[in-house]
């Protein structure tokens, strides 16, 4: 059966890799545009299967489920409420983006504002992507895989810590791979191979669980989950939960519209679509994507919990708390529930998606490093094959620096809530200003400038420094980012009321690709946001409110101790 294991695993990750290879081989890579966005020439199912699997790695297979195990279905607004963002980028964000022909985000701050606006924003970006980012993609990637496959038994090394180490620099070396030789188009085709993968797999993965707590009937399993799930079953999350329900209005919306509409890992792909309306039908479709979310990145965690609460599933447990090890549940479901062959197709599925997301923030980040620092600061001579080398080489460093990082990670304690927690810290400033330079022409550079330091500043002092931290934890934190973010704007309308710039920004096309929208647009977002009412209602429970958050799951065994 092991060997079994192996020879799937590896067979997958050939055929993605050669794949990849027979489609983009004769793609050109050496100017700027072809390198950084597959010389705007991006269909909207590969956008869509880019987009989908470039947010969906470990740190939301594992690290969702592992809260879905600790809190329930209400964390499902982790993927249900980024719909509503990916309707914003289809309607509102991409038309602006396409409109002006840029290739980053800190490229249009600069053409809205000036130099100062677009290195501020470049290095924010930049030190958020090498230092929290990545080696998170790396290490909740690297996790996941330990839990999956028996690596101890393939390289003969039992060390837990040393197959980290060796997983991590794995990872980081074919993912690498990807995105410093083939560029966008390679990450995005690639993406796309994983991503039809990582779809069967998380549905068989939900479809195994059904069938193990049914005691080997699906239906069974089924009519056990909806009928003894009791409270967790709640779509609405108590106040002091991972994903409160008055949250969704506030801070948990605006972390996801910078995740889906100014995030340049994900802004990317669509900045290099054939012309906006594959980009509004490969940005919507992801969306639809995403509302089967929960079926394989919440419903997991929770039958996880179920089965962990009756014996049936063993997870390490910590003897002073008796609480379980959340981010080993889906792991430990997974070993338990997939039968040999799948599991070695299930870890080259985990793989890939810990490769898409990798390479594609490493493909970002060459991307703003060479346009943004290198061309613009130190060589502005240089020619799109030397632009492109030099970030290839930045590249290379960045993922040292990355396999470095990584393992000390170890004691970051929940990974998913702390990387929700370090964007709203680094990246609401950005939209901020991103959202008052599209929508006004006299707002001036120095606005903006001030709200981007001064507004990380402040959201600093709410996530580290008392009694501001006291404070935002009275509101809540979603509650407090959404404040901060509104001070932003308004401080910087005002500003642009009082002292406005004295010639008014030129919004002009760029004539970079065409800009005819898809007339299926609006209704099918339409369509969408309904969707997202009726799941909320389905499962909705307004007493939470006055409950709190369900209890955390403790081993049947310490229960009976207590």
Not at 96 to 113: I, M
Not at 228 to 257: C, K, M, V, Y
Not at 450 to 462: E, K, P, R
Not at 538 to 560: E, H, L, Q, R, T
Request: glycine share 10%.
């Amino acid at each position: 059966m092991f060997i079994v294991t192996i020879a799937s695993f590896l067979l997958f990750t050939a055929l993605v890799a050669v794949g990849t290879w027979l489609i983009v081989r004769k793609h050109e890579t050496s100017s700027r545009e072809g390198f950084f966005l597959a010389g705007r020439s991006l269909t909207f199912p590969v956008i869509a299967g880019s987009l989908l699997l470039t947010n969906l790695s470990t740190e939301q297979m594992v690290g969702l489920n592992g809260s879905a195990f600790k809190e329930g279905m209400a964390v499902m607004a982790w993927e249900v409420v980024a719909v509503v963002a990916l309707v914003l980028m289809a309607l509102w964000f991409l038309p602006k983006f396409l409109r002006s022909g840029v290739t980053t985000v800190p490229e249009y701050l600069r053409l809205r504002f000036n130099e100062t606006t677009g290195a501020i924003c470049n290095f924010v970006v930049l030190f958020s992507y090498v230092v929290i980012l990545l080696p998170i993609i790396l290490y909740t990637g690297a996790r996941g895989m330990l839990d999956i496959l028996d690596l101890g038994q393939i390289i003969g090394v039992q060390n837990e810590v040393t197959q980290l180490y060796i997983l991590v620099v794995v990872v980081a070396i074919i993912g690498g791979a990807y995105a410093l030789c083939g560029g966008l188009s390679s990450c995005a085709v690639s993406d796309t191979l994983n991503g039809i993968g990582l779809l069967i797999g998380g549905f068989l993965i939900s479809y195994f669980s059904f069938t193990v707590l049914g005691d080997g009937g699906f239906s069974a399993g089924v009519e056990k989950f909806f009928n003894q799930s009791g409270d967790r079953l709640n779509s609405l999350g108590a106040n002091d939960s991972e994903a409160p329900f008055f949250g969704l209005f506030t801070g948990i919306l605006l972390i996801h519209t910078f995740y889906w509409c100014t995030n340049q890992q994900i802004i990317q792909r669509t900045l290099g679509a054939k012309g906006l309306a594959e980009g509004q039908k490969g940005v919507l479709l992801t969306g639809a994507l995403k509302l089967l979310g929960p079926i394989y990145l919440v419903i997991p965690g929770m039958i996880a919990a179920m089965l962990f609460m009756k014996g049936t599933l063993n997870i390490p447990v910590n003897p002073d708390t008796g609480m379980a090890a959340s981010d080993k549940a889906y792991g430990a479901l997974v070993n338990l529930v997939l039968p040999a062959p799948l599991k070695g197709f299930f870890a080259a599925v985990l793989l890939g998606a810990i490769l898409s997301s990798f390479n594609s923030v490493l493909n970002s980040t060459c991307t703003l490093f060479s346009l943004d620092i290198y061309k613009r600061w130190i060589n502005r001579t240089a020619d799109d094959r030397r632009v492109v080398k030099m970030g290839q080489i930045f590249g290379f460093i960045v993922t040292i620096a990355s396999i470095i990082i990584a393992p000390m990670l170890m004691k970051a304690g929940s990974i998913f809530g702390y990387l929700q927690s370090m964007n709203g810290l680094t990246f609401i400033p950005l939209l901020a200003v991103v959202v008052v330079a599209m929508n006004t022409r006299k707002v001036p550079t120095a606005a903006a400038n001030t709200v981007l330091i001064l507004g990380m500043i402040l959201n600093g002092l709410g996530y580290f420094v008392s009694p501001v931290k006291e404070w935002a934890a009275a509101v809540g934190q979603f509650h407090f980012v959404a404040i901060v973010f509104a001070l932003m704007v308004i401080a910087m309308l005002l500003w642009g009321k009082i002292a406005p710039q004295k010639v008014p920004f030129a919004d002009e096309d760029a004539k970079a690709t065409d800009l005819t929208p898809w007339k299926f647009a609006c209704p099918a977002a339409v369509v969408l946001i309904i969707v997202i009412g009726i799941i909320y209602a389905c499962f909705a429970d307004f007493s939470v409110f006055g409950k709190g958050k369900p209890a955390y799951p403790a081993a049947p065994a310490i229960k009976a101790v207590k």
